[in-house]
């Protein structure tokens, strides 16, 4: 009977040992993998590069891809839409990834309000936004600029932006585009509607860089607009009283002809 006992006590100690152990070692494995997970994931360092309002020449100078803060020197990967070419635009050099964003099945039967990567005439992708930000957060430090082709899918879109980011997964400048106003040589009105689209920004995600654009068009050798002093105050009395940054995106040949206009637009503020 006291060898039972002796033993039973015995076999109860090794037991609470090894649970000790087991224990111990999963605890071990849960830091470790923590760790390694921080280290290897991928993210720049200063805090005040590594926010969604951050400035891009500052966000990719912390990173060390750029030498001083002259756009000149970031490199750009554009239409990234499709899986294929999203994958294509991971595996490059380009600094800053560039892709369009409208509502599957736009104004079809078959819209279904998701937001997807494409431009138009496409409505239709093999690849959503949710898709797209997954794979270009998890796998690269790039900065993301998503243009925006139809005012439908920018409420849903921002709504995702503003989930990642409280889930702190956005740690890099998010650029907001969108052509809110009718440009050079277009004889129609295509753009996304500016009042709606500045208002969504501003109560769904006003942490993005705002890049508000012209709709334009150019033909080669045939006679061409540039932009005008009108389209440029338009410009500046929608975005300049809004608190976030602000950059425009224009067309390169039309731009040396309309410089006095944009000297004034860009001498409007600080930012």
Not at 19 to 33: D, I, N, R, T
Not at 64 to 74: F, K
Not at 196 to 225: I, M
Request: proline share 6%; charged share 15%.
């Amino acid at each position: 009977m006291a060898c039972k006992k002796w033993c039973s006590s015995r076999q109860t100690k090794w037991a609470l040992v090894g649970s000790a152990s087991v224990v111990l070692v999963f605890a071990f494995g849960m830091v470790l993998s923590f760790v390694l997970q921080q280290r290897t994931r991928p993210g720049c360092e200063q805090e005040a590069a590594c926010r969604p309002d951050a400035d891009m020449l500052d966000y990719l100078q912390s990173l060390g891809q750029i030498s001083q803060r002259d756009g000149l020197l970031v490199t750009w990967y554009h239409a990234a839409n499709s899986q294929k070419e999203m994958g294509a635009a991971l595996s490059s050099n380009a600094m800053v990834l560039e892709a369009d964003v409208t509502v599957e099945g736009l104004n079809t039967v078959n819209e279904t309000g998701v937001p997807v990567m494409a431009h138009p005439p496409a409505v239709y992708s093999d690849n959503t936004l949710q898709q797209w930000l997954e794979a270009v957060l998890a796998s690269s430090q790039k900065g993301i600029k998503l243009d925006f082709k139809s005012l439908k899918a920018v409420g849903p879109s921002l709504a995702l932006l503003r989930r990642l980011t409280e889930d702190g997964r956005v740690r890099r400048p998010v650029w907001i585009n969108a052509d809110i106003l009718r440009g050079p040589n277009v004889p129609i009105s295509i753009e996304v509607n500016a009042t709606q689209f500045l208002a969504l920004v501003q109560e769904n995600y006003p942490e993005a860089t705002l890049s508000p654009g012209w709709t334009t068009l150019y033909v080669p050798l045939f006679p061409n607009r540039t932009y005008t002093r009108a389209m440029v105050e338009k410009m500046q009395g929608l975005v300049g009283a809004l608190p976030q940054k602000v950059t425009f995106p224009v067309r390169a040949v039309m731009v040396r002809a309309a410089w006095p206009h944009f000297s004034w637009l860009l001498g409007q503020s600080q930012r």
